[in-house]
């Protein structure tokens, strides 16, 4: 936030959440009268600056990739108090005013689990035999709306598998693996016992807004991750014996 005088200007991001959660309420419950333009609103009297006034040249420098800058956004009490109208936020980029998807946004997904596959489907399992494991990789797609007003489509997609054998080994790779005959991810038990194979996926995601003029994806920052667990089973050995 910067001080402008006895006003506030605050991010353009904040100034639309503002200006759009005053217009979502009834008419008369509303706070503030809004008008974005790059004239300046400001009384004689004031000793706050005016942003440039000529909506066909914003200022130098300022550039942006997604479309014209938009010019600042103004407010002023629907109760008159003498105060007039109010720069809220200056001149922006048209991203500037969307909100972004993060990785608390990410993390809050419920994101359908990918399933363990394993060969031999069950147990028991052998000793010093390869166990074959693999994923089936598929993205999740959802619909979100962040702030109570922006729509986001947002699509996750798994970029790492992290295999937990249950004998205190472990196996992390960016591929998901294949199915027999492929033994791209295979895991040899040493010793006797029981176990059962977790899979913890890692997620990244992209997403777009629908209030997006350029409808472009963009990268969401952070990871998510899931887990699933696989079916008990017993790990064998089988000994020869020779007999009369």
């Excluded at 999740?140 to 922006?150: A, D, N, S």
């Excluded at 038990?189 to 409808?215: C, F, M, V």
């Amino acid at each position: 936030m910067v001080e402008v005088g006895d006003e506030v200007t605050v991010s353009a991001f904040e100034a639309e959440s503002e200006r759009r959660a005053d217009l979502a309420r009834p008419p008369g419950q509303r706070t503030f009268e809004y008008e974005r333009t790059a004239d300046c609103l400001l009384t004689p009297a004031s000793s706050a600056p005016c942003p440039q006034t000529n909506p066909e040249s914003p200022p130098l420098s300022l550039t942006c990739e997604d479309g014209p800058p938009v010019a600042p956004l103004w407010r002023r009490r629907l109760v008159n108090d003498g105060t007039g109208w109010n720069m809220r936020s200056d001149w922006a980029c048209p991203s500037d005013l969307l909100p972004q998807f993060g990785e608390r946004d990410l993390r809050r997904l419920k994101i359908e689990p990918l399933t363990v596959n394993q060969q031999p489907s069950e147990g028991p399992m052998l000793v010093t035999k390869p166990v074959i494991v693999y994923a089936e990789p598929a993205e999740r797609e959802y619909h979100v709306v962040l702030f109570g007003t922006y729509g986001v489509d947002v699509v996750v997609s798994p970029v790492e598998y992290t295999w937990d054998f249950g004998d205190g080994e472990t196996l992390s790779t960016r591929e998901p693996g294949r199915p027999y005959p492929a033994f791209d991810l295979t895991h040899v038990y040493g010793e006797r016992g029981n176990a059962h194979i977790t899979l913890t996926t890692t997620w990244s995601a992209k997403y777009r807004l629908d209030d997006d003029p350029a409808q472009r994806w963009r990268e969401a920052e952070g990871t998510a991750v899931t887990v699933d667990q696989g079916v008990e089973f017993d790990v064998i050995e089988l000994r020869t014996k020779l007999v009369d």
